[in-house]
């Protein structure tokens, strides 16, 4: 395991910003996939994945398990991380915002460029991504349609569900665009409940990791197989809104399978305690993303729900 | 005088709503269809907008007999920021101007901004007022995306602005509150003037008598129209970045935004532990200092300043 400096950057008052990845295993052996975790603050469950991984590549690379190159950076926003913020701290930008990054620009512009630089040239690319709303969801590969993606790298990581749809315009700043018009077959892995582990999700995510990389050449390792991905599309997602506001409890987890008429969750009034509403599944399927906030805004998406049929 | 009204309005989870006011001004007499939008706090931190609603709003309740359309005034669309000191949507975190034009079906940034668009939408015109962020000081300026040059520079032009910036469009700029009304065919002006958190009373006059001109020559106003200052264009010369090259403490050398020489200085990036000076920031070229930054606090990389140079 070789331990580098991706990046190392001054501040005006706090001990410098250091980026560090963790590399194993040499390129003209096999294949190579670099993986990121947390680029914002509150992505918790990203950092624990990726630092569990690091160590789990120190010990198989002792056993002589790598056959091609691995690179994890664990951490990229370490300020953010330090002190319970988001974004960046002094301007609060999303380094996930800047890329491919400018070695001559702003602050994260600059970081993001220097973590660009060191990404490029890999086979495969992995961002472990938190969510940009208050959910919470079933561990999911997060496919956009650049027309350079790759989903047969992402049906090899075993994961229940590949949420494959075309891109909006701020995704033209982020790592995953980007890295795949760098022509790295990029793929973002969604998990979790931002600022908080889930060992459960955690080692899905950490299974279907070490799943890709045995059956695209860079462990060998036996290796238990995973789902058979479904693809879902936009269409197949049925989105469920809270009509009123108030306190929220759920009844169900996400990865339930519900039918039709299933209670799934009830709102209260916050002050007087009346039920305001209960919330009913209006289609069958398996629950992929509920509200993870005790309180609810009035509108708010109360819970996912991917149907096999429309 | 002018009629308020809500325009959404959504729960919140506590005994409260989150909503969008408009006060709206008509001609005393006849209907019209003929509508702008005046448009401010996009952004939770950006003040100066709200003096200029404050202002026009006070000179039509002044001037009712003067009003020939519908006139829409928006002071405060990220009301939840504004009174919180936060840019951003508050408990999401997210810029309201990278989410537009926002779906019902999504959450609540998207649902507000599906809301402005909504209540907006059919205007003829609006202009959208920001300041700078609370990191830089501008003057006032109109920024349009070069594809919408032909459309909206000569408007731009009537504003009484200093400055009008057609800039090269970036695709996440196509998530922005203008680029989406500009999409739906309302002629939409960016304006940018001033610094975050604060209020500049010249610059809000300034903006008033642009608005006023504007509203006059576009047959929203039974005024003549005002004498106007015409804004440096930017198709003529170039802009330059001046970035910080070291971390530490900025002291400008200049107070405001002016006219600077090539070569001269800036402002000096300083280290308050050690006393020592770490650099200069020199103008590469001569012109207008449009943008100075105003939070002294520097990483490398921090915008300290743009000129705008005539010559190139
Ligand atoms: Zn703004």
Sequence with gaps: MKRLEILNFKSPNRAPLKVEGFLFGEESKGPSIAIVGAMSGDHINQLYVASRLVDYLRQKEEEGK???????????NTYALNMGETFWPLDKTDINMMFPGYAQGETTQRIAAKLFQSLQGFDYGIILEGRRDQGMCLPYVKIIKSGYEDIESARDLGMRFIHYRPYSPIETVMLQYNWQLWETKALSIVFGKNG?????????????????????????LPMFEGYSSNIIQPEYITVLKASRAGIFDSVVSCGATVEKGDIL????????????????????????????SPLIFQNSIAFRIASVEK | MGVIEEVFSIDLPVGE?????????????GETSKRISIVSGIHGDELEGQYVCFLLGEWLRANPDKIKATIDIYPAINSLGLDSITRSVPFYDVDLNRIFPGSKND???????????SAMSGSEIAIDIHSSNVFLREIPQVRIAKSQEKTLVPLANKLNIDFVWVHDAVTVLESTFAHAMNTLGTKTLVVEMGVGMRLGKAYGHQLLDGILNLMAEEGFLAIEPLNVRFPIQSHVGEVAYLNASQPGLFVPSIEHCQMIEKGSVVGTI???????????VIAPIGGILFTLRAYPIVYEGSLVGRIFGENG
């Design chain 2, 270 to 280: 300083v280290d308050p532990l050690s006393g020592a000076t770490l650099d200069e």
């Design chain 2, 17 to 29: 709503q989150f909503r969008i006011q408009r006060c709206r001004y008509t001609p005393k007499e």
């Design chain 1, 196 to 220: 908080a582990i889930n060992n459960t999700t955690s080692s899905e995510v950490h299974e279907a990791l070490v799943r890709l990389m045995t059956k695209r050449g860079m462990l060998d």
């Design chain 1, 66 to 76: 790598i056959i091609g190159k691995i690179l994890v950076i664990p951490a990229v």
């Design chain 1, 265 to 292: 969750g009830r709102i209260t009034d916050a002050l007087s305690g009346e039920k305001l509403e209960k919330i009913v599944a209006p289609i069958g399927g398996v629950l992929t993303c509920q509200y993870a």
């Design chain 2, 107 to 117: 959450f609540l940034p998207a649902q507000i901004a599906d809301g402005v668009i």
